[in-house]
């Protein structure tokens, strides 16, 4: 979409018209980022793969990035427009008044990407918008020296098929690191992609959940958390509280707010385990850190051990498949082999066809499987009920969710963070899915973008 370049341009007076808004998160979790924040009265569009968009003000601000579980962070779109030269980019960006949106000190690194578009140099193209918006703020601020030492506005370039978008970045640190997790697995889960693996099951607070294979427990803690209804930014910073049109009490009334919505701990505590011990004790840590140690308990137990006597409960995990986050490596837990400690090579194809064997004594529960291994359904015995495509880091992974016997009414849970079931008092009818994301076409190159 082409605007006027000075049209999304948002005054740095909090009472001034509305921020124009753009949520990058990984492919496939459009929908979900979409949902999160209509749950926060916002409303949003899917305005390409992997970004959502939406207008809102400062108060929005702090609360999506206090509150969004799935997303990547929250981007300020400044001005969007035709670059098919230097002079347009230089030109153009020259002429926003950036002296509304950056102060006189402010530090305004420029980071920049170029895809299927006439200037393929993106050094060059971050020069020419860090020199264009070097004399905008002089013009602006009526002064001839900029000395950077203020808060930080990260501003980007993203030139594709020729059209500029200019954002300036309100997150920082990518919004999936929650200020918890120190201590991780050979091959983390994004606490982003637990968080939407558990909003994609029926799974609430006070029904069973197991993870069979917890690793360093993000998806019992991102389920705990959701449970607990904890806000996910709580215990963390973000770039723009330092910005001078961010009060202090703005800010201070978000976090308290978020702070008085949480719920007391669950009376169904979620079961962790892994054949792993050691990694337990990271687990364990990191769940003390999330301020959910008592509503999990972790235990170390191979896979085939696992068992239950609860009836309608979830499976959510995330097994062993082969490859290492970022890297054609093989085996999910290889770092541990460089030590001598670890297992060589994962039977794969044995722990897959185990499952099944597993899942039978678990007959009433619904099952949610991450992972990249290629013949899951083949030894599960059927297909799944539904499949998404997701990503793993850099790895595409598929997330099949075979669904159990829906709960009779009684047992049934009312508070929910999860998708709303409908009443039936067929017991044996499965549960439905949550709607497919759409899919709008993309200009942008199909690979989950860099945290």
């Given at each position: 979409?082409?605007?006027?370049?000075?049209?999304?341009?948002?005054?740095s007076?909090?009472?001034s018209q509305?921020?124009?808004?753009?949520?990058?998160?990984?492919?496939g979790?459009?929908?979900i980022?979409?949902?999160?924040?209509?749950?926060?009265?916002?409303?949003?569009?899917?305005s390409?793969?992997?970004?959502?968009?939406?207008?809102?003000s400062?108060?929005?601000?702090?609360?999506?990035?206090?509150w969004?579980?799935?997303?990547?962070?929250i981007?300020?779109?400044v001005?969007?427009?035709?670059?098919?030269d230097f002079?347009?980019?230089?030109?153009?960006?020259?002429?926003?008044?950036?002296?509304?949106?950056?102060?006189?000190?402010?530090?305004?690194?420029?980071?920049?990407?170029?895809?299927?578009?006439?200037?393929?140099?993106v050094?060059?193209c971050?020069?020419?918008?860090?020199?264009?918006?070097?004399?905008?703020?002089?013009?602006?601020?009526?002064?001839?020296?900029?000395?950077?030492?203020?808060?930080?506005?990260?501003?980007?370039?993203?030139?594709v098929?020729?059209?500029?978008?200019?954002?300036?970045?309100?997150?920082?640190?990518?919004?999936?690191?929650?200020?918890?997790?120190?201590?991780?697995?050979?091959?983390?889960l994004?606490?982003?992609?637990?968080?939407?693996?558990?909003?994609l099951?029926?799974?609430?607070?006070?029904?069973?959940?197991?993870?069979?294979?917890?690793?360093?427990?993000?998806?019992?803690?991102?389920a705990?958390?959701?449970?607990?209804?904890?806000?996910?930014?709580?215990?963390?910073?973000?770039?723009?509280?330092?910005?001078?049109?961010?009060?202090?009490?703005l800010?201070?009334?978000?976090?308290?707010?978020?702070?008085?919505?949480?719920?007391?701990?669950?009376?169904?505590?979620?079961?962790?385990?892994?054949?792993?011990?050691?990694?337990?004790?990271a687990?364990?840590?990191?769940?003390?850190?999330?301020?959910?140690?008592?509503?999990?308990?972790?235990?170390?137990?191979p896979?085939?051990?696992?068992?239950?006597?609860?009836?309608?409960?979830?499976?959510?995990?995330?097994?062993?498949?082969?490859?290492?986050?970022?890297?054609?490596?093989?085996?999910?837990?290889?770092?541990?082999?460089?030590?001598?400690?670890?297992?060589?090579?994962?039977?794969?194809d044995?722990?897959?066809?185990?499952?099944?064997?597993?899942?039978?004594?678990?007959?009433?529960?619904?099952?949610y499987?991450?992972?990249?291994?290629?013949?899951?359904?083949?030894?599960?015995?059927?297909?799944?009920?539904?499949r998404?495509?997701?990503?793993?880091?850099?790895?595409?992974?598929?997330?099949?969710?075979?669904?159990?016997?829906?709960?009779?009414?009684?047992?049934?849970?009312?508070?929910?963070?999860?998708?709303?079931?409908?009443?039936?008092?067929?017991?044996?009818?499965?549960?439905?899915?949550?709607?497919?994301?759409?899919?709008?076409?993309?200009?942008?190159p199909?690979?989950?973008?860099?945290?």
């Open positions: 979409m082409e605007s006027n370049p000075s049209d999304s341009i948002a005054p007076n909090p009472a509305p921020f124009d808004l753009i949520v990058p998160c990984a492919f979790l459009e929908a980022v979409k949902r999160e924040l209509k749950g926060l009265g916002i409303e949003a569009s899917i390409d793969s992997g970004r959502v968009s939406f207008r809102g400062h108060e929005s601000i702090c609360r999506a990035n206090l969004l579980r799935t997303a990547d962070r981007l300020i779109r001005a969007e427009f035709p670059a098919g002079d347009a980019l230089f030109d153009t960006t020259r002429d926003l008044p950036w002296g509304n949106l950056l102060p006189a000190d402010a530090a305004f690194p420029v980071t920049g990407r170029s895809i299927k578009s006439t200037l393929t140099s050094p060059a971050q020069r020419s918008v860090k020199k264009a918006i070097v004399e905008a703020m002089m013009r602006d601020h009526r002064t001839s020296e900029l000395p950077e030492t203020g808060p930080l506005y990260k501003v980007d370039v993203a030139i098929k020729d059209v500029a978008t200019l954002t300036i970045d309100t997150t920082g640190r990518s919004l999936h690191r929650r200020g918890y997790r120190t201590h991780i697995s050979a091959a983390p994004k606490e982003t992609l637990a968080s939407a693996m558990v909003m099951t029926y799974w609430r607070a006070g029904r069973p959940m197991i993870d069979p294979f917890c690793g360093s427990g993000t998806i019992p803690i991102e705990a958390r959701i449970g607990r209804n904890i806000a996910p930014g709580l215990e963390r910073e973000f770039a723009c509280q330092a910005w001078p049109d961010f009060s202090a009490e800010w201070s009334d978000a976090r308290s707010t978020a702070a008085n919505q949480s719920l007391p701990p669950l009376e169904e505590k979620i079961l962790a385990s892994d054949i792993d011990g050691r990694v337990l004790t687990a364990r840590d990191n769940a003390i850190r999330a301020g959910v140690q008592d509503d999990i308990h972790f235990q170390a137990m896979v085939h051990e696992i068992s239950s006597k609860k009836n309608f409960g979830c499976v959510i995990a995330n097994p062993p498949y082969g490859q290492r986050i970022g890297s054609g490596q093989s085996s999910r837990f290889d770092a541990e082999d460089q030590n001598g400690d670890g297992p060589e090579d994962w039977e794969l044995e722990l897959y066809e185990s499952l099944p064997a597993i899942f039978e004594r678990l007959p009433t529960w619904s099952r499987i991450l992972t990249a291994y290629s013949n899951l359904e083949h030894a599960m015995g059927r297909a799944a009920d539904r998404r495509k997701l990503y793993n880091g850099r790895i595409e992974c598929t997330y099949y969710q075979y669904h159990g016997p829906k709960p009779p009414p009684a047992a049934r849970v009312n508070k929910s963070s999860s998708p709303k079931e409908t009443e039936t008092s067929e017991q044996t009818k499965p549960e439905p899915s949550a709607p497919e994301p759409s899919k709008p076409k993309s200009p942008w199909q690979t989950p973008p860099k945290s």
